[in-house]
């Protein structure tokens, strides 16, 4: 070859740049189309797809082993052994298509299955019921070309959103998440009959969801996806639950990490998983299990994030629904399938009404007897019988065919009775029933869809049911939730702060997601983060925690101008600000200084001594200063004038009072939390050492503190309230045992906080039914139905003592059912806040 024709050669798509130009492009879209991303049409990949036609066609209502079936599969998947393996495991853990047998895993542990050889599946009566149909399949070649493999399996299900997928291919990935069987088949419907519907994620393995974020499953949702965790004790905490796609073995290794790296605090976990997940968690000493819930949320997989991201194959091409258009589409093809399956039945109903039409007249007219003539050629029988059925040819609803003829030739002739006919007769009337109601079904196609899908849910959907509980979360503040797990020191005269120094003065515990605030004394302010060593500034007079969004924590502060020599007082809070930026606290002089700094966290204002210099021109050089005539104003601020003249010393008289009004506390009863943003219902203004006193269903109550980083059961909470000793309490109850209602009014005794007391009477199905604290209870009962129903109103004040908070009560009524009960606020009453409404 010419050096013109190598360069040729060499520059042409035949040549070996030419192949590097398709070769890339050929792999993606092998990958994409026949690897990683579902069809549309089937919601199945490739492998399978194959995975369950090989199923189907050993089918035989038996067990196969999977490494028979493995076998099988391999027919028409040109990859190994092991891919189809892992690909069956993964359909029968789903638990739909595949019937098992044998020990295949636990998507919750991560256990795997055991070896192919050792278990076994078949599909499952509901793969059989909406994956096949031989007559609605197109087929294609296998890779091999020995075998036909179908293009999609016929689906009248939307399998994609009932079981999900996840796969990456080359240049894009698809996540769709699995969603609940009876949830779909109702949506569905609801699409066929024109309503609205919405689709939300449901997982195998239960916990709780948030769909805040879901965005119809599209690219650049998400959703926030828990565990369930329950406090068994103070001391201790159990999961009952693993978030999707995260195994007991990941959850464990998670929390351990978590408690090594000090953002939590337990002694042990152990895994007491079998039926169900099960794994304790022992609080270390002096732990609050409410903080310790939340931090698990935000420091282990307790809580994850999930994005979904949906991808299928369309038309040989890569598409990015949302689920309600997944659904949609699955609807209109499952609409299309079961049209075709009928128009086929149709058409094999026609025919059998055809034939059975013409053996009846064959019969009946005896045509048959044309056989027993003697024609000179079989041809000529043919046409013979053919004339025969000219007068008949009406009756029929398409042309007699030589087809028919011999069909009804090969057919046995013997005597013919009045029975045979009759019989053919009944066959005719029976099909014209069916062809009607084939008809029927095509001319109210939708109904017929819908019909359907009422049978799937009723044939399969029980046990079925939606296991993860949709719910708002609230969000978790990483720092207000992790433990202390460093301490803080200062050296005052070089300017240092960190956790590194531990031979200087020890300030606080922290943790490292924590900011330190720190002033000096040239009036400079600076907020940075813990770390081992940095500078703030020379001379600092305070160091500590930093709050952030802190409204009630005052500075209290006089600071002589560095220009002027005029000493001023102003009190500020420090709420948002800049990390490791300085602010100038004073007029802005580098000679200025500060007097007197105090940190009030209730907004304290005290009295201080003012001692001015001996040699000053000032007649009085003692002076006093109340703060509590200083507004609270921004840091930024200059204050107010104290004095002209140069000041000596300035010391405390005497300390103060909170300036600031009683707290306001909410509680919300969406995320059962406390809160001071004004959600849900107001408990009332508080000070710094009131209480909360909680009621619930199982007849308890509780004293809790202020503490925003509570959470509360808010499915048991009867009632919750700002606490007053003072208050008598007025409950109704279920006395189970003896069927009846008791009542009693009590005070509580008990000063144990965090802590629930029992004071209904002990036993099974014990609950309260009503409990308030107003001062003139009155309950309205109803009993009753229909034209018997009975109303009164009890006012349980004045026919109820009040007793110990142990003691059982009175008898106020027989148990029923139907009965009803509710508070009613008595007439000219202004309290009717002290109502759980």
């Not at 769709?176 to 009876?182: D, M, Q």
């Not at 079998?274 to 609080?283: H, R």
């Not at 994030?305 to 949906?310: F, G, L, Q, V």
């Not at 509780?702 to 007053?724: A, W, Y």
Request: glycine share 6%; net charge neutral.
């Amino acid at each position: 070859m010419s050096k013109a024709k190598k360069e040729e050669y060499k520059h042409s798509d035949s040549g070996i740049s030419g192949q590097y130009k398709t070769w890339f492009l050929d792999y993606a879209s092998y990958v994409i189309l026949e690897r990683a991303v579902p069809a549309i049409e089937d919601g199945l990949k490739p492998v399978q797809r194959r995975i369950l036609h090989a199923m189907k066609e050993m089918d035989d209502g038996r067990f196969n082993k999977v490494a028979n079936i493995i076998g099988q599969s391999m027919q028409y998947h040109p990859h190994g052994d092991a891919s189809i393996g892992d690909a069956l495991v993964n359909l029968g853990q789903k638990d739909l298509l595949i019937e098992t047998q044998g020990n295949w895993g636990d998507v919750r542990t991560g256990d795997d299955a055991a070896a192919p050889r050792y278990i076994e599946a078949r599909p499952s009566k509901f793969a059989l019921e909406v994956a096949f149909n031989n007559k609605t399949t197109q087929w294609q070649l296998s890779y091999d070309g020995r075998k036909n493999e179908p293009v999609t399996l016929p689906m009248k299900f939307p399998l994609l959103l009932s079981q999900g997928a996840e796969g990456i291919a080359v240049g894009l990935a698809t996540k769709i998440l699995p969603h609940n069987f009876c949830e779909l088949i109702e949506a569905s419907v609801k699409y066929y009959k024109g309503k609205k519907f919405e689709l939300f994620p449901d997982f195998i393995t239960g916990g709780m969801i948030d769909v805040t974020n879901y965005n119809d499953g599209i690219r650049g949702g998400k959703v926030r996806v828990r565990a369930r965790i329950e406090e068994l004790d103070k001391k201790t905490l159990i999961i009952k639950d693993v978030p999707y796609g995260t195994t007991t073995t990941q959850l464990i290794d998670s929390i351990i990490r978590a408690n090594d790296s000090g953002k939590i605090k337990i002694k042990k976990v152990t895994d007491n998983t079998a039926a169900e997940v099960e794994i304790s968690i022992d609080l270390a000493p002096g732990i609050s299990p409410d903080i310790t819930i939340d931090a698990l949320y935000a420091f282990t997989d307790c809580e994850i994030s999930i994005s979904p991201n949906a991808c299928v194959i369309e038309g040989q091409k890569p598409t990015f629904p949302g689920v309600a258009e997944l659904l949609k589409f699955s609807a209109d093809h499952t609409r299309d399938l079961l049209k075709q399956e009928l128009e086929i039945k149709l058409r094999e109903l026609l025919e059998k009404w055809h034939y059975t039409s013409l053996e009846k007249i064959f019969f009946e007219e005896k045509i048959y007897k044309e056989l027993e003539k003697k024609h000179e050629t079989w041809d000529k029988v043919i046409i013979a019988i053919d004339k025969a059925f000219a007068p008949f040819k009406v009756q029929l609803k398409r042309e007699i065919t030589r087809e028919d003829i011999l069909k009804l030739t090969e057919k046995p002739v013997r005597r013919i009775y009045k029975l045979d006919i009759d019989d053919l007769n009944e066959q005719i009337k029976s099909l014209e029933n069916e062809i009607a109601q084939v008809r029927h079904h095509l001319e109210f196609l939708t109904d017929y869809a819908i019909a359907y899908y009422e049978e799937l849910l009723k044939k399969f959907g029980k046990g079925r049911e939606r296991k993860t509980e949709i719910k708002l979360f609230d969000t978790i503040q990483a720092k207000s939730v992790a433990i202390a797990n460093a301490k803080i020191y200062v050296n005052r005269s070089e300017g240092f702060v960190g956790t590194s120094l531990k031979k200087d003065e020890f300030i606080d515990d922290c943790s490292d997601l924590d900011d330190i605030i720190a002033f000096t004394k040239s009036g400079k302010m600076k907020v940075v983060k813990v770390s081992d060593k940095v500078f703030i500034g020379k001379d600092i007079i305070h160091v500590a925690v930093f709050k952030k969004n802190d409204e009630r924590t005052t500075y209290n502060m006089i600071y002589a101008d560095g220009k002027k020599g005029i000493s001023y007082a102003k009190r500020f809070n420090v709420t948002g600000i800049t990390r490791d930026k300085e602010y100038d606290l004073t007029k802005g002089d580098e000679r200025s200084k500060v007097h007197y700094f105090s940190v009030n966290p209730n907004g304290e204002a005290e009295v201080v001594r003012i001692l001015l210099t001996p040699g000053c021109s000032a007649r009085n050089k003692e002076l006093d200063f109340y703060f509590e005539t200083l507004e609270i104003r921004s840091r930024g601020s200059i204050g107010n004038q104290v004095t002209k003249y140069p000041v000596k010393s300035i010391r405390i008289l005497e300390k103060g009072k909170s300036t600031l009004d009683q707290r306001k506390l909410w509680f919300d009863d969406t995320f059962g939390r406390l809160n001071l943003e004004e959600k849900g219902k107001l408990l009332g203004n508080f000070d710094g050492d009131d209480k909360i006193i909680v009621i619930y269903k199982d007849g308890n109550y509780e004293i809790t503190g202020q503490e925003i980083t509570q959470r509360f059961d808010v499915d048991n909470i009867e009632l919750i309230e700002k606490f007053d000793p003072e208050k008598i309490i007025t409950a109704v109850y279920i006395d189970n045992e003896k069927l009846q209602y008791n009542v009693k009014r009590f005070k509580i005794e008990t000063n144990t906080l965090n802590s629930k007391f029992l004071f209904i009477k002990e036993g099974k199905d014990n609950r309260l039914m009503k409990v308030t604290t107003a001062n003139e209870p009155i309950l309205e009962m109803q009993s009753g139905r229909g034209t018997q129903i009975r109303k009164a109103k009890i006012k349980l004040h004045k026919v109820v003592d009040i007793m110990g908070w142990r003691a059982i009560g009175n008898k106020l009524t027989d148990y029923s059912k139907s009965d009803q009960m509710e508070w009613v606020t008595p007439e000219n009453s202004p309290q009717k806040d002290l109502f759980n409404e």
